[in-house]
DNA sequence: AATCTTACTGAACCGCGGTTCAGTAAGCGA
DNA sequence: TCGCTTACTGAACCGCGGTTCAGTAAGATT
């Protein structure tokens, strides 16, 4: 019977929602549910969000937050941006632990027919961008990186309206720092989703390796 | 009122399900509409799957074995490896023609808490990893790329139990065949997902030229 | 033509679960 | 202490949609 404020109640439910989702899936998410782990009546879940599909929507924000929270940690620390991108890399992966991952593929299936989700999503990717983005420009900085525009668009230099931008902070082609940042992050999205799907086909250890030398590569590392 | 044969309204019927699931999204399939696709009763629907869940999942497969079914046509056209190993990787991407992809969003959301599914999807990725393995193989075959066991396990040289494996069609990390196809198809997952989930944040054409340089730098080829 | 199999329908069933709403009481300010 | 705001509940509502079932007729088989 304890009365909270209104926030914090809010905060309470978006976490026993991201738990729920998280265990069971999107697919079976009943407001009850969510509900009942916080020993709470199912109104008041629509009380404070009024429709389920409002309550989902805040929910994959609320976990895309809280996980990028993390990973500005990670590369805010006091580290060669070499090592920093090392521990992004490892830490983006699923694993037993941390960042929850079954979501992302449930939030990306809702993305794709449900506007409001999508431009969620889109947020959060150019967050997730700008902090790869800040570790690889650090790198340059500090000489341990080297990129070159090199090898970036290969069939399509024709069409191109704005050839540069001025914000280094987009995934704008053209940008080579943002250019293997994206290329990165969807490495590890491809990675990510065999881990989950396949199970333990491939070894994670062994996909950290992978990435990398993808990472390697792209950023002008010697590899072996 | 034409009465057909079960095997064929079946398969009407999955084609209907796979239309579906695709435009609207397997959050919101009826099978009331998948029946009036039809100009059907939803009554034959469970007639002939006897439940949504089974239908959905026999959809699956069968869209997965469509998909399959194109791509080995590319993969044994009479033509250089490198050609055809270039078709395969832009076929794969999705455009708004041929291959259905919105489904596999929803496919691996499933897989997560659906033993079936995710089988079905096993099986599926085994066959994709076969073709694209194939292809490969042919080309090192032709010597027109040169795949060295190279910078496979970076960190993890330590715990591999089965160093060899004598099948050269699974995807096991140790033949570097089956290596490179398993990560080129993993780039191209993440990519897809980029491309459906972000819109036209990224040209296709832009990420054609990706995974084109990611491949040429597995299997050996000069970049540039 | 008679019969048997089987694809197919219509209508009703029914449980599930999101949402509503009238009412309760906890905290807070005066 | 009174009263006002507002977090919170319980029960009922109700529409949606998967599934059931008894019945129909189309096509094959003889």
Redesign the interface.
């Known amino acids: 019977m304890s009365r909270k404020s209104a926030s914090a109640r809010r905060e309470e439910i978006l976490a026993a929602t991201i738990d729920e989702i998280e265990t069971?899936?999107?697919?079976?998410l009943r407001v009850a549910d969510v509900a009942a782990r916080l020993g709470l009546s199912p109104s008041l879940v629509i009380y404070h969000f009024q429709t389920k599909e409002a309550l989902v929507a805040a929910a994959f924000a609320h976990a895309g937050e809280n996980d990028l929270a993390l990973a500005r940690e990670i590369a805010g620390a006091d580290e060669p941006a070499t090592e920093r991108l090392t521990r992004l890399l490892t830490w983006y992966l699923p694993s037993g632990s941390t960042r929850s991952w079954?979501i992302w593929?449930?939030a990306?299936?809702?993305?794709?027919?449900d506007e409001q989700i999508?431009s969620t999503?889109?947020v959060l990717?150019e967050e997730w961008h700008a902090v790869f983005a800040g570790v690889i420009r650090d790198g340059v900085q500090a000489g341990e990186f080297a990129v070159d525009g090199?090898?970036?668009?290969?069939?399509?230099d024709s069409d191109n309206g704005d050839p540069v931008d001025t914000n280094p902070d987009e995934?704008i082609?053209g940008d080579a720092v943002a250019v293997a940042a994206?290329?990165i992050?969807?490495?590890?999205?491809?990675?990510s989703?065999?881990l989950?799907?396949?199970?333990g086909?491939?070894?994670r250890?062994?996909m950290?390796?992978?990435v990398?030398?993808?990472a390697d590569?792209l950023l002008g590392r010697d590899?072996?």
Chains 1, 2 share one sequence.
Do not use: H, K, Y
């Open positions: 069971t899936g999107l697919r079976a079954t593929m449930d990306w299936s809702s993305a794709l027919f999508r999503l889109t990717d090199g090898p970036d668009a290969v069939g399509d995934a082609p994206t290329r992050l969807a490495f590890l999205d491809g990675l989703v065999r989950l799907v396949r199970g086909e491939v070894e250890a062994t950290i390796g992978w990398t030398d993808f590569s590899e072996a």
